[in-house]
């Protein structure tokens, strides 16, 4: 399975994005899924992920009440709701897929298929 990342953008503090993760040559089926970012001078650090086939998911602190992952499967993509962005959402955003152990969600090391990321800036 290949990922496509999109909907990146420049935006002032406040403001909203929604970013896209679309699927070819394969599904999301059977794999968690999951968006991180990585800002200029830091290392990748988780955002948000399907970690469970029923649905349930995970968000990192900094970003919950904000943030909304989505998916649709029939589409084959999953979705990163960006709602109050502030400067220091500035980033690139990747979406993976895997199937990293219990727990172990946040390592973006465990995650061995991902998309070409998609900027996200954000102005004050």
């Known amino acids: 399975v290949q990922l496509q990342a999109s909907g990146g953008g420049l935006v002032q503090a406040g403001s909203s994005l929604k970013l896209s993760c679309a699927a070819s040559?394969?599904?999301?089926?059977?794999?968690?899924v999951a968006w991180f970012r990585q800002a200029p001078g830091k290392e990748r650090a988780f955002v948000a992920a399907?970690?469970?086939?029923?649905?349930?998911?995970l968000y990192t602190d900094s970003v919950k009440g904000r943030f909304t992952i989505s998916k649709d499967y029939a589409k084959n993509t999953v979705y990163l709701q960006m709602n109050s962005l502030k400067p220091e959402d500035t980033a690139v955003y990747s979406c993976?897929?895997?199937?990293?152990?219990?727990?172990?969600?946040?390592?973006?090391?465990?995650?061995?298929?991902w998309g070409q990321g998609t900027q996200v800036t954000v102005s004050s």
């Open positions: 993976a897929v895997g199937r990293p152990p219990f727990g172990r969600w946040r390592d973006a090391a465990l995650w061995p298929i």
């Open positions: 040559g394969g599904s999301f089926s059977g794999y968690k």
């Open positions: 399907f970690i469970f086939n029923g649905g349930d998911t």
